[in-house]
């Protein structure tokens, strides 16, 4: 597979989980809808690295993702999003340990909040990379 194809394989599989999130979300499977967007953010970042030309490793969290893609583009918008996002993109990162080995409940209102994250920092990227 080529990294373009890669490219485009990482980003689809990333509009699913948005979209099974969005699904779960509605109904009622907070815990499930968090972890659908861990894998959609993760994956959305991994393929705007491919974008970029870096190759990543598997074990990145998406702090360290978005990290390296501010490196890779300086852009304040995604600097921005790395401190304005802090807590939500923590509680992101959780959802993936958590819906392992935790047993942790989501309400509502945090599920809304951290879709509401994950499509904000999807625009800032894309925004960011796509210039």
Same mark, same amino acid.
């Given at each position: 597979? *080529?990294?373009?194809?890669?490219? =485009?394989? %990482? $980003? !689809?599989?990333?509009?699913?989980?948005?979209?099974?999130? #969005?699904?779960?979300?509605?109904?009622?499977?907070?815990?499930?809808?968090?972890?659908?967007?861990?894998?959609?953010?993760?994956?959305?970042?991994?393929?705007?690295?491919?974008?970029?030309?870096?190759?990543? *490793?598997?074990?990145?969290?998406? =702090?360290? %993702? $978005? !990290?390296?893609?501010?490196?890779?583009?300086?852009?304040? #918008?995604?600097?921005?999003?790395?401190?304005?996002?802090?807590?939500?993109?923590?509680?992101?990162?959780?959802?993936?340990?958590?819906?392992?080995?935790?047993?942790?409940?989501?309400?509502?209102?945090?599920?809304?909040?951290?879709?509401?994250?994950?499509?904000?920092?999807?625009?800032?990227?894309?925004?960011?990379?796509?210039?």
């Amino acid at each position: 597979m *080529t990294h373009i194809e890669e490219y =485009k394989y %990482l $980003l !689809e599989r990333s509009r699913r989980f948005l979209e099974t999130a #969005e699904l779960q979300l509605d109904k009622g499977f907070y815990d499930l809808a968090v972890f659908s967007l861990e894998q959609a953010l993760q994956l959305y970042l991994k393929a705007y690295l491919l974008k970029l030309g870096l190759e990543f *490793t598997k074990k990145w969290s998406i =702090k360290k %993702l $978005l !990290e390296l893609i501010y490196k890779i583009t300086n852009s304040e #918008e995604i600097r921005g999003a790395l401190t304005n996002y802090a807590v939500e993109l923590g509680s992101i990162e959780d959802a993936y340990i958590t819906s392992r080995y935790v047993a942790r409940e989501y309400c509502e209102e945090e599920a809304k909040k951290l879709l509401q994250t994950v499509r904000g920092v999807m625009d800032i990227v894309g925004r960011s990379v796509d210039r």
